[in-house]
């Protein structure tokens, strides 16, 4: 079992910046990869980045560039760095995890950027 807490949402303007966190409940070095969802309202949740436990990331084409994702396992935590942001990116950020052929998921947190 994986819990996951997700924190670092708020509500910000177009250009600024925010890093969201994602904290798990076992050591993330056994955790086979860890990644970013988010689900704007009216809409499906979307991928937006993953990372392996070997350090591999991948990035939706729409966060490419602006969105980094990071994870340092001394503490436990993965995070995302989100620059650039625009009212696009509005959304409830999830994060999550695959651990022993298991997929886990965060409470979410809102990120809301204003034009």
């Known amino acids: 079992q994986v819990q996951l807490v997700e924190s670092g949402g708020g509500l910000v303007q177009a250009g600024e910046s925010l890093r969201l966190s994602c904290t798990a409940s076992?050591?993330?070095?056994?955790?086979?990869?860890m990644g970013w969802y988010r689900q704007a309202p009216g809409t499906q949740r979307e991928w937006v980045t993953t990372?392996?436990?070997?350090?591999?990331?991948n990035y939706a084409d729409s966060v490419k560039g602006r969105f980094t994702i990071s994870k340092d396992n001394a503490k436990n935590t993965m995070y995302l760095q989100m620059n650039s942001l625009k009212p696009e990116d509005t959304a409830v950020y999830y994060c999550?995890?695959?651990?022993?052929?298991?997929?886990?998921w965060g409470q979410g947190t809102q990120v809301t950027v204003s034009s």
């Open positions: 999550n995890a695959v651990k022993d052929g298991f997929l886990y």
């Open positions: 076992v050591r993330i070095f056994s955790i086979y990869s």
């Open positions: 990372i392996t436990n070997g350090g591999s990331t």
